[in-house]
């Protein structure tokens, strides 16, 4: 079963929009992480944020986490058309052996 | 600075072939990971070693099988392929169990005809 549920399952918007992507997930969790992938490429690890954190910033990123709701979102402010990638949140459920549990993902794209 | 290495990064097998992927991590990295994803899926957890011992354990087909050598690298070995075990496959590589986070290779795509 899945851990994280990204929403929307895609999202289009205009360059210089602001993208939100949410992700839930239902076991307690040490940290959650968001990921970015280009078609058919590699995971390209964005932001980590600790449960014990509520807010994190990295350039034009913003990922907030509401563990008492089990959720978090992924801001990307300015965006632009190279944004345009599936977007993964992964837990650790918990666990400290270091696997991760990821969502479906969101397909965003930017439109020049 | 080095990444994750991961070779070959595309390989087509016919069915009940056998396939070997490799996976170079960062220098100093002490755990590696393996996670298999399918078209449109999300990756999924296969098997972990830390310090060269199988530390975790998924969702991996008996026919699979994976192991870490004295220099860090970890292969995985496929046997008797299937149509289904067509995916992207992707290493990462971690410190400490990932708790500063991961470092994904940029996958090794394979497809059984």
């Known amino acids: 079963s899945q851990q994280g549920e990204e929403d929307p399952q895609a999202l289009s918007i205009q360059e210089g929009e602001n993208a939100t992507m949410n992700c839930s997930y239902k076991t307690s969790i040490n940290n959650l992480q968001w990921y970015r992938q280009n078609s058919g490429r590699g995971l390209v690890h964005l932001i980590l944020i600790r449960s014990n954190e509520r807010e994190k910033h990295s350039g034009r990123l913003r990922v907030t986490l509401d563990t008492s709701k089990k959720s978090s979102s992924l801001l990307i402010t300015a965006s632009r058309a190279a944004d345009t990638a599936s977007y993964f949140c992964?837990?650790?459920?918990?666990?400290?052996?270091?696997?991760?549990?990821f969502g479906r993902g969101t397909q965003l794209t930017v439109w020049p | 600075a080095a990444g994750v290495i991961q070779s070959p990064r595309h390989l087509i097998k016919e069915k009940r072939e056998t396939a070997t992927l490799k996976c170079y991590p960062i220098?100093?990295?002490?755990?590696v990971y393996w996670y298999q994803q399918g078209p449109g899926q999300d990756p999924q957890f296969l098997i972990s070693f830390y310090e060269k011992m199988q530390s975790d354990k998924g969702s991996i087909p008996d026919r699979f099988s994976a192991q870490q050598f004295s220099d860090y690298h970890s292969e995985l070995n496929m046997s008797s392929l299937e149509l289904g075990d067509s995916a992207l496959y992707f290493c990462?590589?971690?410190?400490?169990?990932?708790?500063?986070?991961?470092?994904f290779g940029s996958g090794t795509r394979l497809t059984v005809v």
């Open positions: 992964a837990t650790d459920r918990g666990s400290t052996l270091g696997r991760l549990y």
């Open positions: 990462a590589s971690s410190l400490g169990w990932g708790k500063y986070g991961y470092t």
């Open positions: 220098p100093r990295h002490d755990t």
